[in-house]
């Protein structure tokens, strides 16, 4: 029995002494590694929204430029009106912008007559323009003709409406860009990357701007007037010192108005704005 | 015999001490370090040594300085013959939802010795169910994914990446 205690307190006893190692061990080995963790220093700091001041606009003067070559034709949907069925037409000017109404039956309403003038609502429909054959509405941003002996219908027709071509500007105007273009960027981040590639621009290690190294023609950013080779310093006079500053962009563009991209290109300094509608 | 039996017992015994005193903490430290080298950085995290498991609680995940998300529990367990991975309540950044999955359940990443050539990952997201391996001798990752119905539309720019197989279950594989 005697002999069993002093087994087991010898086995307890190597077990001590190979505790005291292996803690010895793991204590020293402090020494060879790192005693603090890294954080991420995130800038909480509060700055204002940016907003593209230009000091005529108050005056009338919209410094926004849109050469008459740059109108091009494009398919907008037109919806036919079915509510009314058009009698007649009154104009006083060509496209009746100087005045003018209409004469129609309202078919919700038993037929009955309605005069409605120019530029005033009928149940949510503005009138916005008149021809000898057609009046055309506007909701909402959706144009609506009505015309004469058309049959009923809510089929939607292709109707060539006048649009600005933000193709091809010169360097130095602001160009427009719509909300809608930009939020099929901001919904399918993957699209970006298929559109334009850029790369970081490092100095003394750091981050010093993207350059643009290749861009594929006709998506919005070859529209935007970046080009290859182009080193965006900084957007909406914020640096782009860093993949988050970069990032913050991306996600703050749904909400902006108006956009300034700072480039470096050919070794001079070209800012690039853009109004957002 | 019985004489190295006991050496062998002891052995065992002392690496077990040494990977229970082992200083996880710092050497957890020091591999953010070498994450933040690669631009990866784990930040305000909760870290806590209970023995032979490392724990993170609350850990915000950023690569290149881009928030990817938080995960409110990461678990590393060594006792050498057997080691895990988990990952538990992993809420990725909204902004990257088209690449990576909104939400993960948990993630399990496992390896024992007696199947040294199969690391084993089993997960749950909002985008369904996964399961799979890594091979390390042949560098073969191999993932099986079970995805939710609906979120079909959803991840589609994800599960471009995912191939078919002959019983309909996504396949992706990858070799590095």
Redesign the interface.
């Known amino acids: 029995m005697n002999l069993d205690i002093s087994r087991y307190s010898k086995t307890a006893v190597?077990?001590l002494i190979?505790?005291a190692?292996?803690?010895a061990?793991?204590?020293s080995?402090?020494y060879f590694?790192?005693?603090?963790?890294?954080?991420?220093t995130?800038d909480n700091s509060y700055t204002m929204p940016y907003k593209s001041y230009r000091f005529s606009k108050p005056f009338g003067i919209v410094d926004v430029v849109v050469k008459s070559e740059d109108i091009v034709k494009v398919n907008q949907p037109v919806y036919n009106l079915s509510s009314l069925e058009l009698k007649a037409i009154y104009k006083t000017s060509k496209n009746g912008s100087d005045g003018g109404f209409i004469v129609a039956l309202d078919n919700t309403k038993g037929k009955r007559s309605v005069f409605i003038k120019m530029l005033s609502e009928y149940n949510g429909y503005t009138l916005k323009e008149l021809t000898n054959e057609k009046a055309t509405f506007e909701r909402n941003g959706q144009k609506y003709k009505l015309e004469f002996k058309k049959k009923k219908s809510s089929s939607l027709i292709q109707e060539p409406i006048a649009r600005p071509n933000r193709q091809k500007y010169s360097d130095d105007v602001i160009r427009a860009v719509s909300k809608s273009e930009v939020h099929k960027y901001t919904k399918?981040?993957?699209s970006i990357w298929k559109s334009i590639s850029i790369k970081e621009v490092k100095q003394n290690g750091k981050i010093d701007g993207f350059k643009v190294t290749s861009i594929k023609q006709g998506t919005i950013f070859d529209k935007l007037g970046l080009k290859k080779d182009d080193i965006i310093i900084s957007v909406n006079n914020k640096p782009m010192k860093?993949?988050?500053?970069a990032?913050k962009i991306?996600?703050d563009v749904k909400t902006m108005t108006s956009l300034k991209i700072t480039v470096k290109r050919n070794n001079q300094t070209k800012d690039l704005e853009y109004e957002i509608y | 015999m019985r004489k190295l039996g006991l050496i062998l017992a002891y052995t065992f015994a002392f690496i077990m001490m040494l990977l229970y005193f082992s200083p996880k903490v710092e050497l957890y430290y020091t591999l953010e370090e070498f994450l933040k080298n690669e631009k990866i950085i784990f930040s305000d995290e909760r870290v806590k040594d209970s023995g032979f498991t490392l724990k993170l609680d609350n850990s915000k995940l950023y690569y290149r300085g881009v928030y990817g998300g938080e995960i409110e529990d990461i678990s590393f367990t060594t006792l050498l013959l057997y080691n895990s991975l988990s990952f538990k309540n992993a809420y990725l950044n909204s902004a990257l939802a088209d690449i990576l999955p909104k939400k993960i359940e948990y993630l399990d990443i496992k390896y024992a010795i007696y199947n040294p050539m199969h690391i084993s990952i089993d997960g749950k997201g909002d985008i369904g169910k996964i399961g799979g391996y890594i091979n390390p001798f042949s560098k073969l990752l191999h993932i099986e994914l079970n995805v939710a119905k609906k979120e079909k539309t959803k991840y589609a720019t994800l599960l471009r990446k995912f191939k078919p197989d002959e019983k309909g279950v996504l396949v992706y594989e990858l070799r590095y």
């Open positions: 190597t077990l190979l505790a190692i292996a803690k061990l793991s204590l080995s402090i590694l790192n005693r603090s963790g890294v954080s991420q995130v399918d981040f993957k860093s993949y988050a500053s990032f991306y996600k």
